[in-house]
């Protein structure tokens, strides 16, 4: 029962997946202070510090933490006011033999640093393996439904839902990809702690640095750090998940836009109520919660660029939350997108109230072609479509802008031609342009490419199933 009577965010205790909360876990972090101290002794045992084996083997066998540690180190912290020492104190506790030398020539930074940095690098492979997923699903998407003629809108127009996302995942790999470790640079980055250490030997201080490094999986050391490494690199990750999260909030708008005319509609489950009073609600909660978290998720970069501006620890409440956020901001956009619904005929009908008033300068242009005057069409056609608004806005009526056009004799040449099928002035189809095609050559040429890098991923990936 005490996990319900102290405060717990949603964000771990209702929405994240297992891999994200975990990553953030204190179970988790405190292993990586310890596996990094271990990578920090073995890298100086094989430069010729006095690191014995069974030290080395001590640490390697206690790496994961017990509850009974967990104890130590909180009353050592309490005792010392201060995280590092206090762990460092309950490693050497079961790794007695490692206790001389554990966190040997380090500052705090070395674990508190080094593991966020593995922390950002781990999370952005979970999210780019999520956001691959989420746009093939779309792409299917996409490909089910390019032929079906909507209404589009100048401000209020249906998402670019696959293309906006592409850019994301762009940035994200980016970000991803440019990350590197902090290392070994002693208190204020400077490497003298570890000069002394090897009397004054340069290449061995520089050694030390890129072996370490090697041994926590990263590529590349940043050359030069202060104590800390730069927190441009929280602004430099921040931002695309930022920017993610201002695609997500439009297309989950959008989704909630189409869904109040009936067209689209997210997945609502049998047993699931839209509202506590309006039994027949069916409220579309999953995309409000996406616009609820992406809007987070957009606020949190400007806590990374004020860090970067000033230091200060929020960054310790501000990383874990935009990772989390983003997750389930993801999570929950693969749960609507495979079981998005569309309601074709409903659109069709909606298609019908508004396309006579589309098909406007079709009848222009096709009245020229019969020899007319364009300026004349333009004002007969102008006239009459203000009769049939009207006749809509004011009587409640249907659109008659067709039956008024067929009753004028000035239009009589084109009467055979307002047909709504076969390439009639009011077939749909003719309407879409290019649509059906862009979705082919985006899929092909842009989409393709980046799912058959991931084929494994996406053909491993289950369907969500959002626990709340």
Not at 21 to 37: D, E, G, I, Q
Not at 201 to 229: C, I, N, R
Not at 342 to 367: D, G, S, W
Not at 431 to 452: H, N, S
Request: net charge negative; charged share 25%.
């Amino acid at each position: 029962m005490e996990a319900f009577d102290t405060y717990q965010t949603p964000l771990s205790s209702r929405y994240a997946s297992k891999e994200m909360a975990h990553l953030f876990s204190p179970s988790n972090r405190f292993y990586t202070w310890r596996k990094l101290w271990l990578n920090l002794a073995i890298a100086e045992k094989e430069l010729g510090l006095s690191v014995s084996d069974e030290a080395i083997e001590q640490m390697k066998a206690n790496l994961h933490l017990t509850p009974e540690q967990f104890d130590v180190a909180a009353k050592e912290e309490k005792k010392r006011r201060h995280d590092v020492m206090a762990h460092v104190h309950t490693f050497g506790t079961v790794a007695p033999a490692a206790a001389g030398i554990i966190h040997l020539g380090a500052t705090s930074c070395y674990v508190t640093d080094n593991a966020d940095l593995i922390f950002l690098r781990d999370g952005l492979d979970l999210l780019i393996r999520s956001l691959t997923v989420l746009i093939s699903r779309l792409s299917s998407f996409a490909e089910q439904y390019k032929s079906l003629p909507t209404l589009g809108f100048t401000h209020f127009q249906p998402a670019q839902l696959t293309t906006e996302l592409l850019w994301d995942l762009r940035n994200i790999k980016r970000a991803r990809e440019d990350i590197g470790f902090r290392g070994v640079k002693g208190t204020t980055g400077t490497q003298a702690s570890f000069l002394a250490l090897f009397d004054g030997d340069h290449e061995k201080v520089e050694a030390l640095d890129k072996l370490v490094t090697k041994l926590s999986g990263f590529g590349y050391a940043y050359p030069v750090t202060s104590q800390t490494y730069s927190r441009k690199i929280d602004v430099d990750v921040l931002g695309p998940l930022a920017s993610f999260g201002a695609t997500a909030h439009k297309i989950a708008t959008d989704i909630r836009l189409l869904a109040n005319l009936k067209e689209i509609e997210e997945p609502f489950e049998s047993t699931q109520i839209g509202s506590s009073a309006m039994a027949y609600k069916r409220n579309p909660m999953r995309s409000e919660r996406v616009c609820s978290l992406s809007r987070h998720l957009m606020v949190l970069h400007q806590n990374a660029l004020m860090t970067s501006s000033v230091q200060c620890a929020n960054r310790r409440i501000t990383l874990p939350e935009a990772f989390l956020t983003a997750d389930i901001v993801l999570s929950t956009f693969q749960n609507i997108s495979e079981g998005l619904v569309v309601y074709p005929k409903v659109i069709a009908r909606r298609i019908a109230q508004e396309l006579p008033f589309m098909a406007t300068e079709n009848i222009i242009m096709a009245i020229v072609k019969k020899g007319g005057d364009r300026q004349e069409a333009h004002e007969k056609i102008r006239v009459l479509s203000h009769e049939a608004g009207w006749q809509v806005k004011m009587e409640g009526g249907e659109n008659d802008l067709i039956e008024r056009v067929k009753k004028d004799e000035y239009f009589k040449g084109i009467w055979d031609d307002l047909k709504d099928n076969d390439g009639g002035l009011l077939d749909p189809k003719s309407f879409v342009g290019r649509a059906p095609e862009q979705v082919d050559v985006f899929l092909r040429d842009w989409v393709k490419p980046v799912l058959d890098e991931a084929k494994d991923i996406v053909e491993m990936a289950k369907k969500v199933e959002l626990s709340v």
